[in-house]
Nanobody, 127 residues
Framework: QLQLVESGGGLVQPGGSLRLSCTTS????????IGWFRQAPGKEREWVSC????????NYAASVAGRFTISRDNAKNTVYLQMNSLKAEDTAVYYC????????????????????WGQGTQVTVSS
């Protein structure tokens, strides 16, 4: 059974940092693109970043480019999202998803919401 579990969320002050983890099981991580999405109250889910199967290609939404870094360790079945210079508008529930559509990553975007998601981790940026 394919499972993804997010962790690392919490409360942080503006300008602070957090590192989210997406730990996977039940499938070969290196077969899948992993994406991070977020959803704030009253808003639609939006993609934040994604990483190709080998980790050689990464894409970022304009709102987080230069502040967030996605990486993966296939041997540890884990994908990370390092978030720096956090802003209040980054407050949301963050989800990771697994997807097979690597072609989209090569074209500079990320797969839209699919079938395999974690339960989410809350990130709150507030003073």
């Amino acid at each position: 059974q394919l499972q993804l579990v997010e962790s690392g969320g919490g409360l942080v002050q503006p300008g602070g940092s957090l590192r989210l983890s997406c730990t996977t099981s039940g499938f070969r991580l290196d077969y899948y693109v992993i994406g991070w999405f977020r959803q704030a109250p009253g808003k639609e889910r939006e993609w934040v970043s994604c990483i190709s199967r080998s980790g050689s290609r990464t894409n970022y939404a304009a709102s987080v480019a230069g502040r967030f870094t996605i990486s993966r360790d296939n041997a540890k079945n884990t994908v990370y999202l390092q978030m720096n210079s956090l802003k209040a508008e980054d407050t949301a529930v963050y989800y990771c998803q697994a997807d097979l559509r690597e072609g989209l990553v090569a074209r500079g975007t990320c797969p839209p919401p699919g079938d395999y998601w974690g339960q989410g981790t809350q990130v709150t940026v507030s003073s």
